[in-house]
Every structure is written in C-alpha cells, then in structure tokens.
C-alpha cells in the first residue's frame, strides 16, 4: 500500500473515532447501543422518568484492570443528598487533588513519591489533599501509608473528567 492510501485510510480511522466520541457510537456504528440496553432494563417497570448508564473497562499505567458499571435512575439522582454530593464534587475542585488522583491511578501511591513532583505543594499541603479525597471516598489508605482510588471508584472518577472536560 502506497504512503497516501495509508495516510487516508488513517484519516478515515480518526474521524470514525473521534465521530464515535462526540456522539456515544460505537465504531461499528450501532449508535446508541448502550442506551437501548437501558431502556430495555427500565421498560419492565414502572419508572417514567428513566435513568443514566455508565460503564467502562480500564487499564491503568500500573496494568491494573477495572471494569465497572452503574445504573442510576433518574429520581434517585435527583433526590440524593446535596451536601454529600456536593462535598464529593468539591474533593475533586482542585487542580492538585486531580493531579494527586492522576498519579496515584499512574503508580505514585505513597505521599512521599506525591511529594516529588513539582507544583503540588509542601509535605502539609499535600495531606491536607490526601484526606480531603480521602474523606470523600476519591481515595482510601491501604497499609504503609499507601494510597489508592477504590476499585469502585476508578471509572466514576474516569467519567467525571470525562464530563468536566471542555
């Protein structure tokens, strides 16, 4: 295959996939896919205002492997605890506890590898960032002062920068 027929065909691979990510289609083209399986869940019962579907199968930088999904229904969403809620949202309003999270999903999980890098504060700074995540459930403490995103959290987390992003 000559170089211009491999360029086009790598054009038409980027715009089928960037295509796939604006709209939530797969890149066989059967559109809407997971959501017609969550109308079918929610069509035997009695719930008109339907619900919301998130799902993901992840492989960090570490090799560690998480598939993950959830099914909120719309009224429960609505009905939840604001202040819960919105403790949840503000853990993750910081530019340096995202980058905390960031790392600790790539393999820095100890706060003195954290304390490496540059722009995220003092050794104090940083544990004021480690137990507001971990207050919040974004981060839990397992033995030696390690750090990691709970397995249930991962793809949630995922989701959340994916919808903040611009």
């Given at each position: 295959m000559d170089l211009e027929q491999r360029v086009a065909d790598l054009e038409r691979r980027l715009a089928a996939l960037e295509g796939a990510e604006r709209t939530g289609s797969r890149i066989d083209g059967s559109d809407f896919w997971a959501l017609d399986g969550l109308k079918e869940q929610l069509s035997g019962a009695e719930i008109a205002d339907g619900g919301v579907l998130y799902t993901g199968?992840?492989?960090?930088?570490?090799?560690?492997?998480?598939?993950?999904?959830?099914?909120?229904?719309?009224?429960?969403?609505?009905?939840c605890d604001g202040t819960a809620v919105a403790e949840s949202f503000a853990a993750l309003g910081h530019p340096v506890r995202l980058r905390l999270l960031r790392e600790?999903?790539?393999?820095?999980?100890?706060?003195?590898?954290?304390?490496?890098?540059?722009?995220?504060?003092?050794?104090?700074?940083?544990?004021?960032?480690?137990?507001?995540?971990?207050?919040?459930?974004?981060?839990?403490?397992?033995?030696?002062?390690?750090?990691?995103?709970?397995?249930?959290?991962?793809?949630?987390?995922?989701?959340?920068?994916?919808?903040?992003?611009?």
């Open positions: 199968s992840v492989r960090l930088p570490t090799g560690e492997e998480y598939a993950w999904q959830m099914t909120a229904l719309t009224e429960d969403l609505l009905d600790v999903l790539g393999g820095r999980r100890t706060a003195a590898e954290l304390a490496e890098l540059d722009g995220v504060g003092t050794t104090g700074q940083i544990y004021h960032h480690l137990r507001q995540l971990t207050g919040t459930g974004w981060l839990h403490t397992t033995g030696r002062g390690r750090h990691e995103v709970p397995p249930g959290r991962v793809v949630p987390l995922l989701v959340a920068l994916a919808t903040a992003r611009p």
